[in-house]
């Protein structure tokens, strides 16, 4: 078993930046793929994006791409979002998550979860 544990969310305004964490505990965090999810309320869980266990760019949804960065530090066992120019659509749970996969972007690719942290952007 992984855990994985979000944190650093917050009410945040329009425009600004904020970065949200995620520690993982449990088993060889080297050997899995991480990617980010959020929820808005009453809508899909949408992946946002992803790095991959082996190391290489990681890629985005285009909903984010440019705005966001996904990056991890292996030596810590941890993966940051690095969230820009947010917006009041942003607002969501954001969650991360675990894939055996090289390549996941989709949900049922991912088989660990934390359990998310509140992001609310004011306009």
């Known amino acids: 078993q992984m855990q994985l544990a979000e944190s650093g969310g917050g009410l945040v305004q329009a425009g600004g930046s904020h970065r949200l964490s995620c520690a993982a505990s449990?088993?060889?965090?080297?050997?899995?793929?991480m990617g980010w999810f959020r929820q808005a309320l009453g809508s899909e869980r949408e992946w946002l994006g992803t790095?991959?266990?082996?190391?290489?760019?990681?890629y985005y949804a285009d909903s984010v791409r440019g705005r966001f960065t996904i990056f991890r530090d292996n030596t810590k066992n941890m993966v940051y979002l690095q969230m820009n120019d947010l917006k009041p659509e942003d607002t969501a749970v954001y969650y991360c998550a675990a894939s055996e996969h090289r390549s996941a972007s989709r949900r049922r690719d991912y088989i660990y979860w934390g359990q998310g942290t509140q992001v609310t952007v004011s306009s």
């Open positions: 449990g088993r060889s965090f080297i050997s899995y793929t």
């Open positions: 790095v991959a266990w082996g190391g290489g760019d990681p």
